[in-house]
């Protein structure tokens, strides 16, 4: 991370971060440490889990969990709150793309029902179980990541810019419903930031995306983490239900 302008906003935080073996979430879980706060790395892949943890420090946990298994997403946050006494930041990166570079009549609907499944439904119980626990408090920072996709719909993506819209519609309900707690619900709608996601994906899909952005360039990963801490911070106390858009100019509004 280049960023030096670093300080202590998170001393004595601790934060969860879905998808964090990779990619945003590393990213970010990164920037959170780096600025005092104790991370708790939440990732289906183990592996990658174990090393990411490693490569951050002392002040990083790896807990191995499915976003889309309640069982597990509900006694993992029941865990750590019980071990810290508190969760105050809850961002939920974990995701995939699903099909891509298809028509809706091309696209097979298993892989439409998937990235529902754990895009939009794995949102909501991240969403859900941060809550149950950050209500102890009635403090919290929760942030789903969403995608440009969910604002405008990218062609050839009708499952991935379905479940981010429905992330959108998500935060904008969730938020209203604590607005009165200390907790606030966001989400944040990147455009094109070269990830494993991305590598993975149909070269003239990334093409369609990337020339989109009036900034011709993609996003990187500390403008996301840079944005992201911002959110999740005490400093953003007037803001929920809102998508923040971090697209170099597609979206302006
Ligand atoms: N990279 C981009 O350009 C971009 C743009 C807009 C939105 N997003 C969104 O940001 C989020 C992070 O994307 P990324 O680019 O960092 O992807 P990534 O593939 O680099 O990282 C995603 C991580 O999520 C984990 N994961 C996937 N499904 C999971 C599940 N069911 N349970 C637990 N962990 C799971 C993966 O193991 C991986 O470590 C995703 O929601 C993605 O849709 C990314």
Redesign the pocket.
């Known amino acids: 991370m280049k960023t030096q302008l670093w300080n202590n906003r998170f001393s004595d935080q601790v934060a969860v971060i879905?998808?964090g073996?990779?990619?945003?979430?590393f990213a970010i879980a990164g920037r959170l440490i780096g600025e005092g706060a104790t991370v708790w790395l939440?990732?289906?892949?183990e592996a990658?889990l174990k090393a990411a943890a490693n490569k951050l420090g002392s002040k990083a946990h790896a807990l191995a969990?499915?976003?889309?298994n309640e069982a597990q997403i509900q006694s993992g946050f029941e865990g750590i709150y019980a071990g810290e006494n508190r969760i105050d930041i809850v961002v939920n990166?974990?995701?995939?793309?699903g099909p891509n570079n298809r028509k809706i009549t091309e696209t097979p609907t298993d892989g439409y029902e998937q990235v529902l499944r754990?895009?939009l439904f794995?949102s909501f119980l991240v969403c859900k179980h941060a809550l149950v626990q950050m209500q102890k408090r009635n403090y919290g920072r929760v942030l789903l990541?969403a995608?440009?996709a969910g604002k405008e719909g990218n062609a050839g993506m009708c499952g991935y810019s379905s479940a981010k819209a429905g992330v959108i519609g998500l935060v904008k309900s969730a938020g209203k419903e604590f607005a009165e707690t200390g907790i606030t619900i966001n989400a944040l709608a990147?455009?094109?930031?070269r990830?494993?996601?991305?590598e993975g994906m149909e070269p003239a899909q990334v093409k369609y995306m990337t020339d989109k952005i009036p900034m011709k360039r993609c996003g990187t990963l500390e403008e996301v983490a840079s944005l992201a801490t911002w959110i999740v911070s005490p400093e953003a106390s007037f803001n929920t239900g809102f998508t923040f858009d971090l697209t170099g100019g597609r979206a302006v509004y």
């Open positions: 879905t998808g073996a990779d990619g945003l979430g939440l990732d289906r892949d990658r969990a499915d976003i889309v990166c974990a995701g995939i793309v754990v895009n794995g990541i995608s440009i990147p455009a094109v930031v990830t494993a996601l991305v």
